[in-house]
């Protein structure tokens, strides 16, 4: 439960993809997903490093970003990387949003089967946050456009690779 004035939300976006959610999670749950958003985002992004871990469950990594990028760094936890259920958690630790009046910033990651379909799956991406107040509310959609940009280039990826995989 919220304290008076903190705001609490969630927020989704979905893609599909016609990748099987296996294949499509094998991104997910590694750390290809960090290097693809390094890449996606060059002139924000300067490097990662593993704290902790492998990119599996309770793994933690921490993300630097090019001088004069601010937040410049933050530190997020994988809490639950699952293949079987192709669901994947991240808790944001310490820095970037975590400065920006956020109390909570959860990332969760999802490959969904098509209905009827092994060989495609829908991708979602949730962000579940907890605010100070309301003046933090614009990061929120900055925080979920970024994401989706991360998706796009998941479902890119997936979908070249697994052609790739096809043809050879």
Same mark, same amino acid.
């Given at each position: 439960? &919220?304290?008076?004035?903190?705001?609490? !939300? &969630?927020?989704?976006?979905?893609?599909?993809?016609?990748?099987?959610?296996?294949?499509?999670? @094998?991104?997910?749950?590694? $750390?290809?997903?960090?290097?693809?958003?390094?890449?996606?985002?060059?002139?924000?992004?300067?490097?990662?490093?593993?704290?902790?871990? +492998? !990119?599996?469950s309770n793994s933690i990594i921490e993300v630097f970003m090019m001088p004069g990028?601010?937040?410049?760094?933050?530190?997020?936890? =994988?809490?639950?990387? +699952? =293949?079987?259920?192709?669901?994947?958690?991240?808790?944001? $630790?310490?820095g970037g949003v975590m400065t920006l009046g956020f109390l909570s910033y959860w990332?969760?990651?999802?490959? $969904?089967?098509?209905?009827?379909?092994?060989?495609?799956?829908?991708?979602?991406?949730?962000?579940? =946050?907890?605010? @100070?107040?309301? &003046?933090? $509310?614009?990061?929120?959609?900055?925080?979920?456009?970024?994401?989706? &940009?991360?998706?796009?280039?998941?479902?890119? =990826?997936?979908?070249?690779?697994?052609?790739?995989?096809?043809?050879?």
């Amino acid at each position: 439960m &919220s304290k008076v004035g903190e705001i609490a !939300g &969630s927020v989704s976006r979905e893609i599909d993809v016609n990748v099987s959610p296996s294949e499509t999670f @094998k991104v997910y749950g590694s $750390l290809i997903l960090v290097q693809l958003a390094m890449d996606i985002f060059p002139e924000k992004h300067y490097e990662f490093k593993v704290v902790k871990g +492998d !990119g599996g469950s309770n793994s933690i990594i921490e993300v630097f970003m090019m001088p004069g990028v601010e937040p410049n760094w933050y530190r997020e936890e =994988y809490v639950v990387v +699952d =293949y079987a259920k192709r669901i994947k958690s991240n808790k944001m $630790l310490e820095g970037g949003v975590m400065t920006l009046g956020f109390l909570s910033y959860w990332t969760t990651l999802r490959a $969904l089967e098509k209905k009827g379909n092994p060989n495609a799956c829908t991708i979602t991406g949730t962000i579940d =946050y907890v605010v @100070k107040d309301a &003046s933090s $509310l614009p990061v929120v959609q900055e925080c979920i456009d970024s994401l989706y &940009s991360i998706m796009k280039a998941v479902a890119a =990826y997936v979908t070249k690779h697994h052609r790739k995989a096809i043809t050879n």
